[in-house]
Nanobody
């Protein structure tokens, strides 16, 4: 049974930091690209970041470039999202997702976690 379990969300003041983790089981983790998405209340799910299988390449949505860093540890079957300089507009449920294809569309993800809530107060 495949499981992606996010953790690390919470309430933080603007300008603060959080580190999200995504622990994977039931898949050969190193063969999947790992992605982070977010969904704010009343909005569509939005791509945030991706890391390739070997951690040699990353992609970010423009709004988080320079503030967020995605990483992974294939030995621990875990992906991370370090979020710095958080803004109120970063408030959302953050989801990790795994896929093998090149698309970053939510529809192209093979597996999803259940999400972790990040709330940034002003």
């Amino acid at each position: 049974q495949v499981q992606l379990v996010e953790s690390g969300g919470g309430l933080v003041q603007a300008g603060g930091s959080l580190r999200l983790s995504c622990a994977a089981s039931g898949i050969t983790f190193s063969t999947y690209l790992m992605n982070w998405f977010r969904q704010a209340q009343g909005k569509d799910r939005e791509f945030v970041a991706r890391i390739n299988r070997s951690a040699s390449g990353t992609t970010y949505v423009d709004s988080v470039k320079g503030r967020f860093t995605i990483s992974r540890d294939n030995a621990k079957n875990t992906a991370y999202l370090q979020m710095n300089s958080l803004k109120p507009e970063d408030t959302a449920v953050y989801y990790c997702a795994a896929n093998r294809g090149s698309s970053i569309s939510p529809d192209a993800m093979d597996y999803w976690g259940k999400g972790t809530l990040v709330t940034v107060s002003s």
